[in-house]
């Protein structure tokens, strides 16, 4: 299994940017399509963006497209999340995942997820 690590939540203001890093151990991430989920108060968890193995192809859900960018590095095993443009509707609870390949698979089926950063967008 991998270990996942999320940093860098905090509380911003509309329209600002915050940028979100998850650092693994245990495994590299070069082995894993990574993605990011949130979840916000009194809701069910969302996938937001998902990046490919060597980040070739990025996924997003429509809410976010034009202002969240996902990237990788692997030699660095850590994986990011730069948010622009924030809208309080984007305040929630922020975490990384990784995805084991499987047949029948999808970005909103995670297998490895970390503890989560709070974002917090205020108006």
């Known amino acids: 299994q991998v270990q996942l690590a999320e940093s860098g939540g905090g509380l911003v203001q509309a329209g600002d940017s915050l940028g979100l890093s998850c650092d693994a151990s245990?495994?590299?991430?070069?082995?894993?399509?990574m993605g990011w989920f949130r979840q916000a108060p009194g809701k069910e968890r969302e996938f937001v963006a998902g990046?490919?193995?060597?980040?070739?192809?990025?996924y997003y859900v429509d809410s976010v497209k034009g202002r969240f960018t996902i990237s990788r590095d692997n030699a660095k095993n850590t994986v990011y999340l730069q948010m622009n443009s924030l809208k309080p509707e984007d305040t929630a609870v922020y975490y990384c995942?990784?995805?084991?390949?499987?047949?029948?698979?999808?970005?909103?089926?995670?297998?490895?997820w970390g503890k989560g950063t709070l974002v917090t967008v205020s108006l």
């Open positions: 995942a990784a995805y084991r390949w499987k047949l029948g698979g999808s970005w909103s089926k995670a297998d490895y």
């Open positions: 245990g495994r590299t991430i070069s082995s894993f399509p």
């Open positions: 990046i490919s193995l060597s980040g070739g192809s990025t």
